[in-house]
Antibody
Framework: QISLKESGPTLVKPTQTLTLTCTFSGFSLNTNGVGVGWIRQPPGKALEWLAL???????RYSPSLKTRLTITKDTSKNQVVLTMTNMDPVDTATYFC??????????????WGQGTLVTVS | QSVLTQPPSVSAAPGQKVTISCSGSSSNIGNNYVSWYQQLPGTAPKLLIY???KRPSGIPDRFSVSKSGTSATLGITGLQTGDEADYYCGTWDGSLNTGVFGGGTKLTVL
C-alpha cells in the first residue's frame, strides 16, 4: 500500500531556507506516470498547490513561489525533497506531500502524508 | 485569493442533499478535469472525486459531480454528521502551468 511521510524542521527563522523531505513507500518514482507533489495549508486557511515532480524529472512550480522553490527526487531512497528559500512568517503552514493519481486525463492527489507543521518565527 | 471560487460555507440537515460549487475559467476548469477533496478536522485531505466524476474505491455514490463550462458542482446526498468537513475542488491551470485549488467550503450538517 502507498504511504508518504513528511519530515523536516518544525521551526525556522525568517530568511532561512526550509528543507522538507517526503519519504514514501508502495510505489516507485521510476514508473511511468508517477509523480509526487507538495501542498501547504496555513492555519485555518485553504490548500495551496506548491510543486510537483514527475517520474521523468519534469517539474512544475506555483508561479507565485517559483523563484523560491526547488523540488528534487532521489529514487534510490524513495524520497522527494522540497526547498523553500527566504522563509517568512506568512509561510507558516502545514506542508503535505502527496502521490499523483495515475490517470491519462486529470491531475489529482490520491495519497497524502499526514503533514508537518512548519512555523516561521 | 484562490484561483477557483467556492462558497465559504454550506449547511443542511442530516439525510438531506447539499451542493458545493466551484467556479473557474477556461484556462482551468473549462479545459481540464476536476478533482474534489474532503478534509476532516485535523487530518490530511482525502480524494473524493477525480477526472470530473470518478470515485476512488471506497467512496460511496452519495458523492457526485456535475460540470458545465467553467464550473463544477459537488453534490452530497443522504447527509451524515460524519460528512462535516472542509471540501476543496482542484484542477490544472493550463495558463499558469500548475495545479490550483479552490478556497474550500465548510460543510455543516445541522
Amino acid at each position: 500500500q502507498i504511504s508518504l511521510k513528511e519530515s523536516g524542521p518544525t521551526l525556522v527563522k525568517p530568511t532561512q531556507t526550509l528543507t522538507l523531505t517526503c519519504t514514501f513507500s508502495g510505489f516507485s518514482l521510476n514508473t511511468n506516470g508517477v509523480g509526487v507533489g507538495w501542498i501547504r495549508q496555513p492555519p485555518g486557511k485553504a490548500l495551496e498547490w506548491l510543486a510537483l515532480i514527475y517520474w521523468d524529472d519534469d517539474k512544475r512550480y506555483s508561479p507565485s513561489l517559483k523563484t523560491r522553490l526547488t523540488i528534487t527526487k532521489d529514487t534510490s531512497k524513495n524520497q522527494v525533497v522540497l526547498t523553500m528559500t527566504n522563509m517568512d512568517p506568512v509561510d507558516t503552514a502545514t506542508y503535505f506531500c502527496a502521490h499523483r493519481h495515475l490517470s491519462w486525463f486529470g491531475e489529482a492527489f490520491d495519497y497524502w502524508g499526514q503533514g508537518t507543521l512548519v512555523t516561521v518565527s | 485569493q484562490s484561483v477557483l471560487t467556492q462558497p465559504p460555507s454550506v449547511s443542511a440537515a442530516p439525510g438531506q442533499k447539499v451542493t458545493i460549487s466551484c467556479s473557474g475559467s477556461s484556462s482551468n476548469i473549462g479545459n481540464n478535469y476536476v478533482s474534489w477533496y474532503q478534509q476532516l478536522p485535523g487530518t490530511a485531505p482525502k480524494l473524493l472525486i477525480y477526472d470530473n466524476n470518478k470515485r476512488p474505491s471506497g467512496i460511496p455514490d452519495r458523492f457526485s459531480v456535475s460540470k458545465s463550462g467553467t464550473s463544477a458542482t459537488l453534490g452530497i446526498t443522504g447527509l451524515q454528521t460524519g460528512d462535516e468537513a472542509d471540501y476543496y475542488c482542484g484542477t490544472w491551470d493550463g495558463s499558469l502551468n500548475t495545479g490550483v485549488f479552490g478556497g474550500g467550503t465548510k460543510l455543516t450538517v445541522l
